[in-house]
């Protein structure tokens, strides 16, 4: 490592004051620290694309705001290339947070290990964060059962897709709302959702009634902004609300803030519940969380979409690309190819 | 009846465009007509005036909005003058729902009877809807526990200030928030609560930060608004929001929809819960919580701050009084005496 190994990254370049775009990128390339006792080098083989990066970027939100010249977060798997002597074996496959960028530093105990014999997307989809997102958001906050009408916003995403799968596996009757026709087509026509509302149409709130002519029991939000209100106007009473993003407020949460006019009332009137949580909540299980996953992907039960660009460069495009409705399933981008996997 | 005995009202005149302001309500007379089998006629003594009946005068709230030419709605008590045969004996004191008239012909059904000997007045504020929305909402939607801080928008309404009280008898710190330093001081030396905010301060954010150094666990929310997200930004991990009321969002509701932009994200980051709830919810259990209540006020435990209005005609000026700070407690209407306390 004395050698300066050189790692590529994006950082975000300044502030961004309304929007986000690609001048509020930069490119640069660092050199590697040498991994302290504690600390793991990792290569990285895929980094995630996510709604949270630009979060981030645009506003004090799930974290304090980034500040011009930092990494641009991300989720990462790849191989372990050094670390100190607490950390793991060179040549391990490993799963954890970090950011756009070639080699990443990160302290070891933050690092899960790659277990299953899968490819390598699949830790940053259905078996990382995304994935237990869905997961907890449907099982635990959601308390989904049988028979119930669920309903998801964002439902082409990268947890939305997952999400209504796993209520489905669970017995709800599961109707996605989606931003285009396609994304609409490949929810039913591949992974089986019940019915599927394209939110863009004029004939939006008619569409959803008549997908849920019994009323919504849970609406899993990953959109927040006005659909959340008119999706609570078809509620049942004491139906329950997870929220697990918020996109359609990322770009412009600094402009408007009536803390929540429309929604406080229909949630008073219909007695419902609405419930921010982190996967971080559910630490605990997620070994077991991941291994229902893994199970249902292994069985065809659950069919994972994703979206992986090639080279570290296609990122903040990527990023920019998940608002403007294109992308179906979990984007991310690969740096190099999955490494052979082996087991201890 | 058959001399059409006449009935004094106000209903609303016409809808408002913006803002509700006394060319909105109408006085007339009107027949009292023959109660069915199932109805009962009540003169009444005392009828609320609460936020309720402006938000259903400005839109679709907590029921489709009122047309031109509907009476006022509001909680009602006061003595049985005719009933059809299922109904309860002449002379009986009752409680009920109704509106803002001297005469009201409703349900049988829906009528409570006045058992407890107490000021009637009281049936329209710490054992009426007010104060059971205060004590379910602590108690089963908030589950307030010992030692936790709990902070009450709107604490020196019908609802706050029973709900303060509650909070603190089951061993909670208790905040007040509230719109005058006058309220302030009622609220800290007559009922005991352990801070009070006044949330038109210019430092309202730094004050509440002294107040709740531990941050907040509850927070029992009548107001809504930009205050809400001013709260919520103080509220610890897996917090709870118990959603009793909006008056903040009833006069602009229908100008700004985002869609809760400003909470959502706190909601998440904080894996906050928010809940709406009517006191309907609980019916099975307002005997219990009645008796609950009247215990409390009778040991003096629980004060219940009322101001009563005297004639049917000052209903108006009271409600838009509400709206600009000057009440503390349950403000209601009287029509006559408090007829003599009888037990069957």
Do not use: C
């Not at 599961?174 to 019915?195: N, Y």
């Not at 929220?243 to 402009?255: E, F, I, K, N, P």
């Not at 409705?325 to 690969?334: F, H």
């Amino acid at each position: 490592m004395t050698n300066a190994l050189m790692s590529n990254r994006w950082v975000m370049s300044e502030r961004p004051d309304g929007s986000v775009s690609a001048r509020h990128f930069r490119r640069e390339a660092v050199p590697v620290p040498i991994p302290t006792r504690e600390q793991t080098v990792v290569r990285n083989v895929l980094v995630s694309v996510a709604p949270h990066a630009r979060a981030v970027m645009q506003g004090d939100t799930y974290r304090l705001q980034l500040r011009a010249g930092e990494l641009i977060p991300s989720s990462i798997v790849g191989e372990v290339v050094a670390a100190g002597s607490a950390g793991p074996a060179v040549g391990t496959l490993v799963a954890g947070f970090s950011g756009w960028e070639e080699y990443s530093v990160v302290p070891s105990s933050s690092l899960r290990a790659v277990t299953m014999p899968v490819p390598l997307p699949n830790y940053l989809s259905v078996l990382g964060l995304n994935g237990l997102t869905a997961y907890f958001g449907i099982t635990m906050v959601g308390a989904v059962t049988v028979g119930q009408t669920v309903v998801l916003s964002g439902a082409a995403g990268g947890v939305g897709h997952i999400a209504g799968q796993v209520a489905r596996m669970l017995g709800a009757r599961v109707i996605g709302i989606v931003s285009s026709d396609h994304k609409a087509d490949v929810l039913q026509a591949r992974l089986g959702f019940d019915a599927v509302v394209n939110r863009t149409s004029t004939t939006f709130d008619e569409d959803l009634r008549t997908a849920a002519p019994d009323g919504v029991d849970v609406y899993f939000d990953n959109v927040a902004g006005p659909l959340l209100r008119r999706v609570l106007h078809q509620m049942n009473k004491q139906g329950r609300v997870v929220s697990s993003g918020a996109t359609a407020t990322y770009d412009v949460r600094d402009r408007v803030d009536d803390g929540g006019n429309g929604i406080i009332v229909p949630m008073i009137a219909r007695s419902l519940r609405l419930e921010g949580f982190l996967v971080a909540d559910f630490a605990e299980h997620w070994p077991a969380a991941t291994a229902v996953l893994h199970e249902w992907v292994t069985s065809g039960d659950l069919i994972v979409l994703q979206a992986v660009h090639e080279g570290l460069e296609t990122a903040p495009t990527a990023l920019l690309d998940l608002f403007t409705g294109v992308n179906v399933g979990q984007t991310m981008v690969r740096l190099r190819p999955d490494p052979p996997f082996t087991v201890d």
